[in-house]
């Protein structure tokens, strides 16, 4: 070479650009076989239109049924504090000391609560048997205290019956809420391992959605047991307290009427 003849000039070097290197990167990605980032909506919407149909089928049962025990926990609850009201007014008005008679011509035609029910079914059947003549004669008496005391029962069973309505469909959710979920679960896992083996990848952006799709199911499930579950037990023990409150009365009102009987004699 000759030294007096210049050196050729190098050729700059472009810098590789972040689009070259993205489009690099992609086609490598596709060459393994890679998913490329995919956002899924794993919102509770996307969830729901995403499952399968059966698991749709479950979601729809344990929503209707936590719909229906919400309402009839919020009608007990009412119900209850309205029945112990209705009760504490009816004693003050049979422990003051009043007439009894007048208390059931005032109160027969409708009671308002099963106390004032057990109280105007016993007198009716007081004054069925003193018109009849009943009340004379030792055995009739013992007979009719008999018949009163029976009469209640009946009275109170039928009345805690109804108030007792509806229990067992909370025990019924409480306890098979979280089983019904499950199924849903298993059976949305169930299609996201059958999708996985179809398209032969296992990456957690293809195993993700399918996964809390059946997660979801047992969610609801647990959303419609535990509020079942908890006012089950907080309703039962209420009830049974106005259960004995209402048998504690016939028992007091069954004295009365006996020594009453005995008076007679």
Same mark, same amino acid.
């Given at each position: 070479?000759?030294?007096?003849?210049?050196?050729?000039?190098?050729?700059?070097?472009?810098?590789?650009?972040?689009?070259? $290197?993205?489009?690099?990167?992609?086609?490598?990605?596709?060459?393994?076989?890679?998913?490329?980032?995919?956002?899924?909506?794993?919102?509770?919407?996307?969830?729901?239109?995403?499952?399968?149909?059966?698991?749709?089928?479950?979601?729809?049962?344990?929503?209707?049924?936590?719909?229906?025990?919400?309402?009839?926990?919020?009608?007990?609850?009412?119900?209850?504090?309205?029945?112990?009201?209705?009760?504490?007014?009816?004693?003050? +008005?049979?422990?003051?000391?009043?007439?009894?008679?007048?208390?059931?011509?005032?109160?027969? %035609?409708?009671?308002?609560?099963?106390?004032?029910?057990?109280?105007?079914?016993?007198?009716?059947?007081?004054?069925?048997?003193?018109?009849?003549? $009943?009340?004379?004669?030792?055995?009739? /008496?013992?007979?009719?205290?008999?018949?009163?005391?029976?009469?209640?029962?009946?009275?109170?069973?039928?009345?805690?019956?109804?108030?007792?309505?509806?229990?067992?469909?909370?025990?019924?959710?409480?306890? +098979?809420?979280?089983?019904?979920?499950? !199924?849903?679960?298993?059976?949305?896992?169930? %299609?996201? !391992?059958?999708?996985?083996?179809?398209?032969? %990848?296992?990456? &957690?952006?293809?195993?993700?959605?399918?996964?809390?799709?059946?997660? !979801?199911?047992?969610?609801?499930?647990?959303?419609?047991?535990?509020?079942?579950? $908890? +006012?089950? %037990?907080?309703?039962?023990?209420?009830?049974?307290?106005?259960?004995?409150?209402?048998? +504690?009365?016939?028992?007091?009102?069954?004295?009365? &009427?006996? /020594?009453? $009987?005995?008076?007679?004699?």
């Amino acid at each position: 070479m000759d030294p007096q003849q210049p050196a050729p000039s190098a050729t700059p070097v472009e810098p590789v650009t972040g689009n070259v $290197l993205d489009g690099v990167d992609a086609t490598l990605q596709g060459a393994a076989g890679l998913p490329s980032a995919v956002t899924h909506d794993l919102s509770v919407w996307a969830l729901f239109l995403q499952a399968d149909w059966i698991v749709k089928g479950v979601m729809i049962f344990l929503l209707m049924a936590s719909i229906w025990s919400w309402a009839i926990i919020f009608d007990k609850i009412i119900r209850i504090r309205r029945l112990r009201e209705q009760a504490r007014q009816f004693e003050e +008005a049979f422990w003051s000391g009043g007439s009894l008679e007048e208390l059931y011509d005032r109160i027969s %035609n409708r009671p308002a609560d099963p106390m004032s029910s057990i109280f105007v079914a016993a007198m009716r059947e007081w004054r069925r048997s003193a018109a009849k003549g $009943l009340l004379a004669s030792e055995h009739l /008496r013992e007979n009719l205290q008999d018949r009163i005391e029976r009469v209640m029962n009946i009275t109170l069973g039928r009345e805690m019956d109804q108030i007792e309505r509806y229990m067992g469909y909370l025990a019924s959710v409480g306890s +098979a809420g979280p089983f019904i979920g499950l !199924f849903g679960t298993v059976w949305g896992i169930m %299609n996201s !391992f059958a999708a996985i083996a179809g398209s032969k %990848n296992t990456t &957690l952006a293809v195993v993700a959605p399918g996964i809390a799709e059946a997660l !979801f199911a047992t969610a609801l499930g647990l959303v419609a047991a535990i509020p079942a579950v $908890l +006012a089950y %037990n907080k309703l039962s023990s209420d009830i049974n307290r106005y259960g004995n409150r209402l048998e +504690a009365f016939a028992g007091e009102f069954g004295a009365i &009427l006996s /020594r009453q $009987l005995e008076e007679k004699h």
